[in-house]
């Protein structure tokens, strides 16, 4: 049976669909390799949100042009966002593109893979506008089984394959139309998935063993599901809703023995009380909010259509930090909008020093095919000003990072354990260090940005830390037994924490003393379960 290369780029969500497209061709009898030379098919799931995760794919595509030459039987797909928005232009540039596939469309791959295979033909299925797209996802609400609920459905739930942590989709699409965003023209109307079909999914993974569950959508505190119930009594049928808040209620009472419960991205307008309430009476919902910001200066917010202002952003940190004890926030900036000025991204700058997110991915503007930006507004923030605030902003958040990493020094936190550490051998930080900024957990799309300044000072020989301070290392404490390696782990504020022990320590969710914050690298030593405490959810 042939094999097949699958790499992912971009979001979650991304990485979800991938996860799902794997399970039904392995069903089919595919197999999957890491190693592109050895593959038969070969799928990008792609990313639009930004032209340089597209300029990614067009340069493989463009390598695999080559190697099609000589191995026509080769099949090449894209998949995911790119398919969707420039599906056209793609097969134009890229004739020898086999598949296209849209993400609203992917339960349909394997039968266009197959069709590929018997004819040759070039193949795709891909939404193409707004209408029809809407139509399918109406449908998707209304009949569970649905070639696109059907893909998460068809989820496989091994206990073997020890995965500790797992995705859940709760919302597909956006309705929001951010002018700048390309996301509800590739992933198209919003639709809330039912509870009990979450519930159901999240069950199951549970049952194989997983730890953490990050629910996602694009703006999950839209979730909303109307569910049609016949009511029995005279008043006639009764149209029942479940909001965000009652889903996490459900999920957490549904899901005792599930320790660490999360959920992606929020949307800063129509954020209630209820939602904060559950967080703050729900031990096992981690108390970690994303809640990108984007500006801090009305006037970008308001042509970037986002329907909040600075102060009615503030306002729900503030009672965000009310309601939930200890939270942690996480954000999102743009730099660069069109017509920014200093002014305007002094007001971002100040945004992010008053909230004080544990950590924030920022982007500079890219302006996207198809959206009301481009159309509307000139791209005229020019390339070295966008660097030099998004340089900025960066060294300002690690800044903070820092600061709030370093008020954990002693503690005990819990972290839960995903396997042997990328820094390689030893509890101190590699070169890594200086070349990646925000966290190193992956961002809503992709890193923002990498910390220019320390990779054009890491050159310069002198080993530097990511803020480009230099490097001291870390006091390695007693000697560790020959067994041990380095394993990372995370808290429940999604903070990386670089600790020695078991290879067996994968999987578990283990109390480790903190011993050492290092730019964005948390270092400690296990501790004893009797010295837990707890730091929030
Ligand atoms: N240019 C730059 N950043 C963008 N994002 C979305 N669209 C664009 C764009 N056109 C960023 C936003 C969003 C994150 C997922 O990506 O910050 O929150
Ligand atoms: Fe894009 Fe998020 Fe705005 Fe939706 S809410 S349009 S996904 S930035």
Redesign the pocket.
Known sequence: MKKIYLETFGCQMNVLDSELVETQLRALGYSFTPALDDADVVLYNTCSVRQRSEQKVWSRLGILKIRKAEDPALVVGVIGCMAERDGAGLMKRMPHVDLMCGPSELDQLPALLENHLKTGKQQHALAGNNSRRTKTLDHAREDPDDGLEALDLARSFSPYEQRFQAYVRIVRG?????T?????YTRGAEVSRSPQVILEEARKLTDAGCLEITLLG??VNHYAYAHDTQASTSTGPAKQRTTFAELLGLLHEGLPHLPRLRFL?N?PADFGDDILQVMRDSPRICRYLHI?A?SGSDRILQMMN?GYTRDSYLELVGRARRIVPHIQLVGDFIVGFPTETDADYALSRSLAEQVRYKNAFIFKYSPRPGTVGIKRYVDDVPEEIKRFRNNDLLRLQNHISHELNRELLGQVVEVLCDGPSGWGGTNAPSDKDSLIAGSAHQSPVELGATLAAGLSRAGSGMRLDRHGQPYVAPQVTAQRPPDWVQLSGRTTFDQIVVFDGPPALTGRILPVRIREALGMTIFADLAEASDACRTGG
Do not use: A, E, G, L
């Not at 700048?180 to 509800?184: A, E, L, N, R």
């Open positions: 956006c309705n929001k139309f951010c700048y965003c390309v996301v509800p694009q703006t991205t949307f990108p984007q986002r």
